[in-house]
């Protein structure tokens, strides 16, 4: 990440700074403690990462600003990229990410903050954590490093590597293991009880052929009741038809005899139709007559609506122009009007302004007044500015003692409640008990269920493969019975041959084989009847199979459930053996607090300060009450202030009254005149004009309305007339409908007449043939008692097949069960091993082991040049114990130099910095290549107080050394000298308007 552009805006100590890094290459930025230096790459950090210092977000903002903004655009990977991040007080932030394109830059933004952030991750393949331990040597932590213990350095590269990854690997590892452990204990335990129950298998396989033989009697008479049940149902099922059909031609009649009723009711209807028409055509000479008048009327309607065409715009016209006279006299007179009451205001302003002037005495008395007041205020103030923070500090004490005693208070509390639910908690001991053994028994039986289950499916899938070959021999007796077909056709021909060798037949050998093929065709008819039966049969066992199926798979959903609570009471049965040491322990809390609370031993350092802050406030002479009365009595003052400027402001208002008085009343006099000559305005002229063009029309509206009377009068005979017409049109076509009707009506009396005679030959078929429900209730009550029998003797035959099913079934699972109790040992020692190679003695100890070559070798190139060669440093990773043969694993850090190898802390402060400063410097470079990324930007935030002049030279010659293998490298520092060592420096300092910034070099 190289920096080309910063932009920040009220950010930390910056209100508005725009720093370009172009062209800059090694600089230092430098300018006393606190102007705000590492505010410029804090700025960064927080752009790029949204991290920072602060401990609350809305803190990076300037104070007294609202929102806060950077614009940062950096150079990576041969790609330049902005980033745009803001602030704004008590709602929130706001993240752009943009890509430079050819015209401009490229939005690279995804929805929301979470979703951009990780696409600047992906962008430049480094986080937070790795820029602040590589890119940013931050200030304050060069030593860090060095200063841990030897066993604790491990753990420091451990966490800079972040090879914690491999610290929950070893966690879930571990539970792995244990959850192997757990389930090789309870395979344990499934197998030892399978074994037990197979031991019952030779007594229900006795009991099972017994019930077999037992069965298959009862089929036969199963079989015979059958056949007469058939008979039986075959004469009932003759009888329903007839009443069937019985029901059907009475269902007939009724609608026959309404359809005869219909037509009649249509006859009788067009009947009386026929009449009116007659009645309507005898009146045809007056209706004419009355048509004739009609017609006269209309004429003369129409010559007045042509006149009032004409008379009504000139009439609108007129009111129009009535209008417009009557509100331009109106907006005259209402301005004169005006124009006299703003002279009136005039007056009245005038003699309110000569008021205000002549109360100036009074008001320059109360302004001496009013000096003196604010004099004693500003001594009250000063006293108040010593005494304020007293008086705050107080409260803060009061403050926090009252929240010790209220977090005693609360604890207190918080015990007693603990200890009332713990002790309710042991009053449900023998309830979880006896819920805990009933959830046990409940999930015995729904194993049994489950069992008995897998039962059901392997016989149902017997079923199956039972049905696919009794249709495949189906198929194939089928396709024989089609060639037995064929041969015996053959053989029926006159003079037929022999089917196989193509010979003539005598009549002795053509009869023998003709037989022969009959007797076979009907062999295999016989055995499609039997296969054809079995078919059906295995299908109702299907079907019952099917059904049980989803009974049991309702009742095993409640397994899992079941599971997890025994699961949650074990658990509390858990809790509750633990809560007599925990009750114990809150007692002996509780009665320690109750004791501190009275004897008020808590917070005493805080009440101690608060009696001497007491003591200090009596000593000095302030009361907050002459300080309200002073305050108060410069407010009521102030008002001869506001009176004072009200004296100016009233002599400049009277001047401009008086000027606006005299236009008034030329205004006044304008408004006159124009209503005494209003008489003469055009729009009286057009007016008479078109008052002069309704008299010529000479139209009378009294007159149209009458005419319109007697039009709508006369209007019936236009009805009347069309009402002949179409009368005279239709009296043809009725006489035919008629006639339709009369046929109609002969035809459906007719069909009725047949239906009655069906219905009285039907119900003779039916006193012949008398019910045969009473013998069939007989029989099928009989069929039924020996049905339920049998399907008793099915019952128990279906649960003695289960037990002998489920005996195989457990035989299975024994053996499943055993190779899943193998497995879960290898998955145990597997994890086992796992948890030890992700351990910190596994693959972090082999990393780290292979990092330290490197770092060595890299501190050690930087170390020479900061040092002209003279230290060099060895990392030592095991040094021998007490024992000879046992080695101990550490990280010792070996110093040499020309008189020998040191300790660390023998060494000056600039020699230690310098080998600080390597080391530092080398783990930077190794974190940003294990990132996978170039590091192209360093900056150096750490003190360089402890160096001389000679060391500082050293310090810059190193960095100037490195500087090639940088794109840009920033160090921060407030010592003169070493400032003066770079050619490119940026000043900061702070003002009242914010932190600056002047580059020079």
């Given at each position: ?74 150079t990576h990977s041969a790609q330049t990229y902005r980033v745009l991040r803001s602030r704004r007080r008590n709602q929130g932030s706001t993240l752009e990410f943009q890509v430079e394109a050819g015209d401009g830059f490229r939005v690279l933004t995804q929805r929301g903050m979470r979703a951009t952030q990780q696409q600047i991750l992906q962008h430049l393949k480094i986080d937070y954590d790795t820029f602040v331990n590589s890119a940013y040597l931050r200030q304050g932590r060069a030593d860090e490093f060095m200063l841990k213990r030897p066993r604790d350095r491990k753990q420091v590269l451990a966490d800079l590597l972040k090879l914690d990854h491999y610290d929950r690997l070893g ?378 199926y989803r009974e049991l798979e309702t009742e095993l959903a409640k397994y899992a459930p079941v599971l997890q609570q025994r699961g949650q009471l074990q658990a509390r049965l858990d809790t509750v053996s633990d809560l007599q040491s925990r009750l114990h322990e809150l007692t002996t809390e509780r009665q320690q607090l109750t004791q501190c609370l009275a004897d008020n031993r808590y917070a005493e350092d805080l009440q101690a300060e608060l009696g001497q802050l007491e003591q200090q406030l009596e000593q000095l002479p302030y009361d907050d009450r002459d300080h309200a009365l002073a305050r108060s009595q410069v407010d009521r003052l102030r008002w001869a202030e506001v009176k004072q ?357």
């Amino acid at each position: 990440m190289i920096p080309k552009r910063l932009t920040i805006r009220n950010f930390l100590s910056y209100r508005d700074l725009t720093l370009d890094f172009s062209g800059l290459h090694v600089a230092c930025i430098c300018g006393p403690n606190g102007a705000g230096k590492s505010s410029l790459l804090e700025a960064i950090a927080w752009a790029v990462w949204g991290q920072s210092r602060v401990a609350a977000e809305d803190d990076i903002v300037y104070q007294g600003q609202v929102e806060a903004t950077v614009d940062f655009v950096f150079t990576h990977s041969a790609q330049t990229y902005r980033v745009l991040r803001s602030r704004r007080r008590n709602q929130g932030s706001t993240l752009e990410f943009q890509v430079e394109a050819g015209d401009g830059f490229r939005v690279l933004t995804q929805r929301g903050m979470r979703a951009t952030q990780q696409q600047i991750l992906q962008h430049l393949k480094i986080d937070y954590d790795t820029f602040v331990n590589s890119a940013y040597l931050r200030q304050g932590r060069a030593d860090e490093f060095m200063l841990k213990r030897p066993r604790d350095r491990k753990q420091v590269l451990a966490d800079l590597l972040k090879l914690d990854h491999y610290d929950r690997l070893g966690e879930q590892a571990r539970e792995q293991a244990r959850d192997a452990r757990a389930q090789v204990q309870l395979l344990e335990t499934a197998v030892a009880g399978l074994t037990a129950q197979l031991q019952q298998r030779t007594a229900i396989a006795v009991a099972h052929t017994a019930l077999e033989a037992e069965l298959a009697a009862a089929e036969t008479t199963a079989q015979d009741q059958q056949q007469q049940l058939s008979q039986l149902r075959h004469q009932q099922q003759q009888r329903q038809g007839w009443q069937q059909q019985l029901a059907l031609e009475q269902q007939q009649l009724g609608p026959l005899e309404a359809s005869v009723q219909r037509v009649s009711d249509d006859r009788v209807q067009i009947q009386q139709q026929m009449l009116q028409m007659q009645h309507l055509l005898d009146q045809a000479e007056a209706i004419g007559t009355g048509y004739q008048q009609f017609q006269q009327l209309q004429a003369e309607a129409a010559q007045q609506g042509l006149k009032f065409q004409t008379y009504q715009p000139a009439q609108a016209e007129r009111s129009r122009l009535q209008q417009q006279t009557a509100a331009v006299l109106s907006q005259l007179q209402a301005d004169g009007q005006a124009a006299r009451q703003r002279l009136a205001d005039l007056d009245a302003a005038e003699q309110e302004q000569q008021q205000i002037l002549s109360q100036r005495q009074t008001i320059q008395e109360h302004l001496s007044q009013l000096q003196a007041a604010r004099t004693r205020l500003r001594d009250l103030d000063q006293r108040q500015l010593r005494v304020a923070p007293l008086r705050q500090r107080q409260r803060q004490l009061q403050a926090q003692i009252e929240r010790a005693e209220a977090s005693l208070s609360a604890r207190l509390e918080a015990i007693q409640q603990a200890q009332q639910r713990l002790q309710a908690q042991q009053t449900q001991q023998p309830e979880l008990i006896q819920a805990a053994v009933e959830v046990t028994h409940r999930i015995d039986y729904l194993e049994q269920r489950r069992s008995y289950q897998e039962d059901v499916r392997q016989k149902g899938s017997e079923r199956r493969g039972f049905m696919e070959r009794l249709q495949a021999d189906q198929r194939n007796y089928e396709a024989q019975m089609a060639q037995l077909d064929q041969k015996i056709q053959l053989l029926s021909a006159p003079e037929a041959c022999c089917p196989l060798c193509d010979q003539p037949l005598d009549p002795p050998r053509w009869d023998r084989l003709l037989l022969r093929h009959r007797q076979e065709r009907s062999e295999i008819q016989d055995r499609l009847w039997v296969i054809r039966e079995q078919l059906t049969t295995s299908e109702r066992e299907i079907q019952v199979l099917r059904r049980e199926y989803r009974e049991l798979e309702t009742e095993l959903a409640k397994y899992a459930p079941v599971l997890q609570q025994r699961g949650q009471l074990q658990a509390r049965l858990d809790t509750v053996s633990d809560l007599q040491s925990r009750l114990h322990e809150l007692t002996t809390e509780r009665q320690q607090l109750t004791q501190c609370l009275a004897d008020n031993r808590y917070a005493e350092d805080l009440q101690a300060e608060l009696g001497q802050l007491e003591q200090q406030l009596e000593q000095l002479p302030y009361d907050d009450r002459d300080h309200a009365l002073a305050r108060s009595q410069v407010d009521r003052l102030r008002w001869a202030e506001v009176k004072q400027a009200s004296l100016q402001q009233a002599e400049r208002r009277l001047a401009q009254l008086q000027a606006q008085r005299t236009a008034l009343e030329q205004q006044l006099a304008q408004i006159q005149a124009q209503l005494d000559g209003f008489a003469s305005h055009p729009l009286q002229q057009q007016l008479a004009a078109v008052e002069a063009q309704i008299a010529a029309l000479d139209y009378d509206l009294e007159q149209h309305q009458q005419l319109r009377l007697a039009l709508d009068q006369a209007r019936v005979w236009q009805a009347s007339h069309q009402a002949l017409a179409q009368a005279q049109q239709q009296q043809p076509g009725l006489h035919q409908r008629l006639d339709e009707l009369d046929r109609r009506l002969g035809q459906r009396q007719q069909a009725q007449a047949d239906v009655t005679a069906r219905v009285a030959q039907l119900q003779q078929q039916l006193d012949a043939n008398p019910d045969p429900q009473t013998a069939l209730t007989q029989l099928e009550a009989q069929r039924q008692t020996d049905q339920a029998k049998r399907e008793q003797q099915l019952a128990q035959l279906g649960r003695l097949q289960q037990q002998l099913a489920q005996f195989e079934q457990l035989q299975a699972q024994l053996d499943q069960q055993q190779q899943t109790l193998q497995q879960a040992r290898r998955q145990q020692q597997v994890y086992q091993s796992l948890a030890d190679a992700f351990g910190p003695n596994g693959i972090q100890a082999l990393m780290i082991e292979n990092l330290l070559p490197q770092l060595e070798a890299v501190a050690n190139q930087i170390l020479g040049r900061l040092s002209a060669h003279q230290l060099h440093v060895q990392f030592v990773t095991q040094r021998a114990g007490r024992s000879r043969h046992k080695l101990i694993d550490t990280l010792d850090i070996l110093i040499a130099d020309p008189q020998g190898t040191r300790a660390y802390e023998t060494y000056s402060g600039g020699e230690a910095f310098r080998v600080n400063f390597a080391i530092r410097l080398a783990l930077a470079r190794l974190l940003a290549q294990r990132s996978g990324t170039a590091l192209q930007m360093l900056i150096i935030d750490e003190g360089f107080g402890t160096q001389d002049q000679a060391g500082c030279d050293r310090l810059v010659a190193a960095i100037n050394a490195i500087a090639s293998d940088f794109a840009c490298i920033l160090t921060i520092t407030h010592m003169p000298h070493f400032r003066e060592a770079f050619q490119t420096r940026i000043d900061v300092c702070k003002t009242a308007t914010g932190s600056q910034i002047e580059i020079s070099g």
